[in-house]
């Protein structure tokens, strides 16, 4: 698969994510990749610098043209830790560690966000407002508390499974409450 397909493809569901999601600026969308599996191997196998760029690069130009930050988790190798802009690690108080991801033990994905964030930092946890899973790295420990799916038109990318969801709202009350629909 060719890396520049690889990158639409993943701009696809990004842009299709966004619109689903209605994310505003400052919000913030994790993202979980295995280049393993975008080349149709086992997770955590066969990491590829140039795919987890490929990605990158699709995914951060969207983001970052609507002012939403990206969180970018590393493998289990790094408990799942996450890299941001240090900036959004501020602003939502997340309690930063002191971690470098490298191709083997952190993905290469999270490589490439390392290496273009202006001021990258790496955190624990985060509780996104969205977010894409790339070949089942099981991000949902870093969504906010309801997850709602989003069916993309685009359900793989090269050969990995990719699920997408955003978060709303809970909803509290019983039979009598009444719920804001522009917030569903």
């Not at 990318?157 to 699920?163: E, K, L, N, R, Y």
């Given at each position: 698969m060719e890396l520049e397909e690889i990158r639409e493809q993943a701009r696809e569901v990004v842009m299709e994510l966004l619109e689903a999601a209605k994310l505003k600026r400052g919000d913030l969308m994790v993202v979980g990749c295995s280049s393993s599996e975008i080349l149709s191997e086992r997770i955590g196998t066969h990491s590829s610098r140039e795919v987890g760029e490929a990605v990158f690069q699709g995914i951060y130009g969207g983001l970052k043209e609507r002012g939403i930050y990206l969180a970018c988790q590393c493998c289990e190798h790094l408990n799942r830790a996450l890299i941001l802009e240090k900036e959004a690690a501020e602003k939502y108080g997340f309690e930063e560690v002191n971690v470098v991801p490298q191709l083997k033990a952190g993905g290469s994905f999270?490589?490439?966000?390392?290496?273009?964030?202006?001021?990258p930092a790496a955190v624990e946890e985060v509780r996104a407002d969205a977010g894409i899973d790339i070949g089942d790295t099981l991000i949902g420990m870093h969504l906010k508390k309801?997850?709602?799916?989003?069916?993309?038109?685009?359900?793989?990318?090269?050969?990995?499974?990719?699920?997408?969801?955003?978060?709303?709202?809970?909803?509290?009350?019983?039979e009598r409450a009444v719920y804001n629909p522009e917030l569903l």
């Open positions: 999270a490589v490439a966000a390392y290496q273009h964030f202006e001021h309801v997850a709602v799916p989003v069916r993309t038109a685009r359900k793989s990318i090269g050969g990995a499974h990719v699920v997408c969801a955003r978060t709303r709202l809970k909803f509290v009350g019983g």
